[in-house]
């Protein structure tokens, strides 16, 4: 039961232009998202968070948007550069389990120059 | 320490041996993680951590898998008679407090095939 899906394995853009990774869940008693990035061989960094009152949070060239009643959130990178090239994971808290997270599978972003 | 540290990063075992994963949290971090990353799969919870209190062990997915955590600091993270399933990349976390969801500090982990 994947209760978090990223349905793209991958994404390509081009240095500059917009990157949009997407994000879908289930559980209507998520009310806390988070993206981390992932380099190879490291673990996961934190990269921004929404809560659920919100519909938009912005730092820098990241935002993430939530559509509560698509039950969908997204990552927009502006503009995407090469060391954006990572794996991007999704995750929601229910914000009754102490901090734990369920994760999407993942998207590998490839930034060409 | 600066981060969390975990050893090894690789681990290369056959079936049906056991084999031991050790996390080092940063110091002060009260609560603990462990998840795992499967081939193409999500980081998958495991067990939690959190001072004193009895580990949230939900996560396990069998009993060949068991967690402790000594003097509220180091874990390791055991698994006996180990599976080809079993592979994957397990992932230890901290993070001070409680129910501090960005705090996440994740470790490099430990890459483990099973042969």
């Known amino acids: 039961d994947q209760q978090v899906k990223q349905n793209s394995p991958s994404l390509s853009v081009q240095e500059g232009r917009i990157s949009i990774l997407n994000c879908d869940y289930t559980n209507s008693m998520f009310d806390y998202f988070l993206w981390y990035k992932k380099y190879p061989a490291e673990g996961p960094t934190f990269l921004i968070s929404?809560?659920?009152?919100?519909d938009k949070n912005e730092d820098g060239r990241f935002t993430v948007f939530l559509n509560k009643s698509a039950k969908h959130l997204s990552l927009h990178i502006v503009p995407s550069q090469p060391g954006d090239s990572a794996v991007y994971f999704c995750?929601?808290?229910?914000?009754?389990?102490?901090?734990?997270?369920?994760f999407g599978q993942g998207t590998i972003l490839t930034v060409h120059p | 320490g600066a981060g969390v540290s975990q050893s090894p990063s690789n681990k290369v075992t056959e079936k049906g041996k056991d084999v031991e994963l050790r996390c080092d949290p940063i110091?002060?971090?009260?609560?603990l993680y462990w998840y795992r990353q499967s081939l193409g799969q999500g980081l998958e919870f495991l067990i939690y951590?959190?001072?004193?209190?009895?580990?949230?062990k939900s996560g396990l997915p069998s009993d060949r898998f068991s967690a402790e955590r000594t003097g509220g600091s180091v874990s390791t993270l055991t698994i006996q008679r180990t599976q080809q399933e079993d592979s994957a990349v397990y992932l230890c976390a901290s993070i001070e407090g409680q129910g501090a969801v960005y705090g996440y500090t994740f470790g490099s982990g430990t890459r483990l095939t099973v042969v």
């Open positions: 995750a929601a808290s229910d914000g009754t389990s102490y901090g734990k997270l369920t």
């Open positions: 951590f959190q001072g004193n209190s009895a580990p949230d």
């Open positions: 929404i809560s659920s009152i919100k």
């Open positions: 110091s002060g971090h009260t609560a």
